[in-house]
């Protein structure tokens, strides 16, 4: 993969970092002819970053590439690893192409993967634990998403979480076992409303 897309998701995750949860749309988000890179979206579990990247192929296609890095002791983050990618079928600045997979949906299971990856948590294997990634396509009037852990062993005080949109694809990171309800949230006002939910 080419270094500059390594060096965007790493600068992806330290930008997010930097300017916290609340302010993800200043990151590099858009998508157009000229560019060669965009940052599509960003998900940080347990101290491993997950940045997801959309470019356009030498063939005109777009693609879409996974990224990880590891958060160190002092917030700074390792140099990103690719770890999956290839063409999307669709052009993602095309609002007809993105109208029709959602079809009147306000959320959609976009993409599914699974890594084997060293985690290093104490409840893996060797250190490495299977770990499932998902994208999901929304609406544009979608302004977040809404994510409930559904797991047996949920911590009740950190079972529910806001996650801010920078474009119209979402990523999840799920270690094994963990469930989640998904709620896509529209801003009328201050009040989000319910658009739709999906478990996962």
């Known amino acids: 993969m080419p270094k500059n897309l390594a060096e965007l998701a790493r600068a992806a995750l330290t930008a997010k970092h930097t300017l916290g949860a609340a302010a993800p749309r200043a990151l590099p988000t858009r998508r157009d002819s000229t560019s060669t890179g965009a940052v599509v979206d960003t998900c940080i579990r347990d101290g491993l970053g997950f940045v997801l990247l959309s470019h356009r192929r030498k063939d005109a296609c777009f693609a879409e590439e996974l990224y990880f890095s590891t958060q160190l002791d002092d917030a700074s983050w390792t140099a990103s690893e690719h770890l999956s990618g290839g063409a999307v079928g669709i052009d993602p600045t095309n609002a007809r192409d993105i109208t029709e997979i959602l079809s009147g949906r306000s959320l959609v299971v976009f993409g599914e993967s699974e890594t084997d990856l060293f985690t290093g948590r ?13 994208e999901l396509l929304v609406d544009k009037e979608v302004s977040h998403l809404e994510i409930e852990s559904a797991s047996p062993d949920a911590d009740a005080g950190r079972s529910l979480i806001h996650k801010p949109l920078i474009s119209q694809v979402a990523l999840l990171a799920l270690f094994p076992g963990e469930r989640f309800t998904i709620r896509a949230m529209g801003g009328k006002g201050l009040l989000p409303a319910p658009l739709a939910s999906r478990t996962s």
């Open 122 to 134: 104490p409840q893996a294997d060797d250190g490495y634990e299977l770990l499932r990634f998902i």
